[in-house]
């Protein structure tokens, strides 16, 4: 029975193959309950007649390849449809991280927890990756309200069920531990090893965290608002409102006064406020009747199972 499985996304790693798997061949992981899942995410340097060869060698080697580069978040969603361990590591082919370090991820998990996260302590990268990391790092921890050192690091450790039935797109694949602290799992991080790029270059640049930042706004809302949308649309609707009421009551005191009020700019932007407000209490209704039928479409059973942790009988 596998009860681990290492899912590894690769792109162009070239030469990194090999030498990966003998390094996580040397780890101290039970011979026979342990698999590898390398995700080839539409490879152009023979990446896949490598991974090929290595399957046919090696029993406990697994090989998805993808039809075209869709990026790491498919290519990860992938590794996790096909992991058949109880625990599932996810680790770079890049050979910056440091395959030693899994069987401490292993024993921390066995802590109690449910995901835990590796943190560079000591990145081994050029200052301008360091830097917007670490921006992104910061900003990420006070808007989800999870805060890690570092959410980029791709040696990670998960109870499988923490990855089952994820839905991972864009740049969300750096948002599981958020995701998973969102749906009540236990999340930790640990100090991690890591190596200097020795052949190659990152294909990650600033463009990646600006993506990634409107990723968050998209994880954050799924997080906190998906059972209850009309608490933020139906919240800054009563605000806008309430400001725009307050104008137009200010406007009404003046017109009683003897004041004219046609010409003031004041008086369309209490109207605009107003009719605003109105509009996003209105969407957050409709967004309330959408997420009740898809959630009667589910089942009452089947969501309250997603939240179950433990049952005595």
Known sequence: MVKVSVVVPVYD???????????????????????????????????????????????????????????KA????????????DVVVTIDAD?????????????KLDEGY?????????????????IPSKIFNWVTGRVSGLRLHDLNCGLKAYRAEVVRGLRLYGELHRFIPVLAHYRGHRVAELAVNHRPREHGRSRYGVERYLRGFLDLLTVSFIGRYRYRPLHLFGGLGLLLGAAGFAVLLYLTALKIGGHAIGQ????????????????????GLISELVTSQHEERAGALERTELHVDEVLS
């Open 13 to 71: 790693p070239g030469e990194y193959i090999e030498p990966l798997l003998d390094s996580l061949h040397g780890q101290s992981l039970p011979a026979g309950e342990w698999e590898a899942v390398f995700v080839d995410d539409g490879s152009s340097d023979g990446s896949f007649a490598a991974l090929t060869r290595l399957h046919s060698a090696q029993d406990n080697v697994r090989v998805i390849r993808l039809r075209r580069n869709f990026g």
């Open 74 to 85: 498919t290519a990860l969603a992938a590794g996790f449809a096909h992991a058949e361990g």
């Open 95 to 107: 050979l910056q991280d440091d395959p030693a370090e899994i069987p401490r991820l292993l024993a």
């Open 114 to 130: 449910d995901l835990v996260s590796g943190w560079k302590t000591h990145r081994r990268d050029p200052l301008t990756r360091r």
């Open 264 to 283: 003031r700019p004041l008086l369309i932007l209490g109207v605009l406020l107003v009719v605003v407000g109105l509009q996003f209490f209105s969407l």
